[in-house]
């Protein structure tokens, strides 16, 4: 049966209007950062950010940036070296408990954050008993968040590869699982891994609910802090996430593309 793709206007077409719904507020936003209080544009609030007397106002800033930063590393660890084994194992040695797995893994986008962080309250009293409250911890919490969004992103590379054919290959060959994981499947998932990581720091980046409930200071909390006696610096490091973010997307697409290349040539 053949499939009737869009031509090549309407594809322009989409692309210009979803491209405007993205460009326009993030256009209004740097804008506004460039207004100064005669009424006109100027780069006084960037270079604010470099001036020794503002120092005090973004210091909450550059420590919740730190712990964002801290706790997106520790995400992305919890990620590639507890979720993806895991997939891993379930799909190689138990294929049975992949519909029960996967209910579990998308279970979490279900439920709010506030509903999580109810549930998770008595838990990290007894984490902060045990490890402290630093910042850091919340990177559990970030986990279980994570999890929907960085488990269909693995899964559709587990998908797109014979992993059963790959491992018994290389096991016949006398390779150990962790060799077989690390050097023989984890290579060829890798789009599905960077795409989960990207992902991870996306959602620890933006994430205000459960660190604000929790007591704990990250970026989105301290934006909330700073806001209150400098109304442009929010929006100015919110563009310079996105544009962090954005710079993560352009790494996995030429990653995975190196890749492709190799695996053509």
Not at 4 to 15: D, E, H, K, N, V
Request: aromatic share 10%; hydrophobic share 55%.
């Amino acid at each position: 049966m053949n499939r009737i793709a869009p031509s090549r206007t309407t594809r322009w077409i989409i692309g210009i209007v979803v491209g405007g719904l993205f460009a326009v507020p993030l256009l209004s936003t740097l804008l506004y950062t460039f207004r100064d209080p005669a009424g006109g544009f100027s780069g006084v609030h960037w270079a604010a950010l470099a001036d020794p007397k503002q120092s005090a106002v973004f210091a909450p800033i550059w420590q919740g940036l730190g712990n964002s930063l801290q706790l997106a590393v520790v995400t992305v660890v919890i990620v590639l070296f507890l979720l993806a084994p895991t997939m891993v194992l379930v799909n190689l040695r138990f294929p049975r408990l992949r519909p029960l797995f996967e209910f579990v893994a998308l279970l979490p986008i279900s439920i709010p954050a506030i509903v999580l962080v109810v549930g998770l309250s008595p838990i990290y009293l007894q984490i902060g008993r045990a490890l402290g409250t630093g910042a850091w911890t919340l990177a559990f919490a970030y986990g279980v968040t994570v999890l929907p969004f960085a488990y269909r992103s693995i899964q559709a590379s587990m998908d797109a590869v014979d992993m059963r054919t790959l491992s018994e290959a290389a096991r016949s060959l006398g390779a150990s699982w962790p060799t077989v994981v690390l050097r023989v499947l984890a290579p060829n998932l890798r789009q599905g891994l960077l795409s989960a990581s990207l992902i991870s720091i996306a959602v620890v980046l933006g994430e205000f609910t459960i660190a604000s409930l929790l007591n704990r200071q990250v970026l989105q909390t301290a934006l909330v802090v700073v806001q209150k006696q400098d109304a442009f610096a929010p929006a100015m490091f919110t563009l310079m996430a996105l544009a962090f973010c954005f710079l993560l997307l352009l790494v996995i697409g030429l990653a995975a593309r190196d890749r492709s290349g190799k695996a053509d040539s």
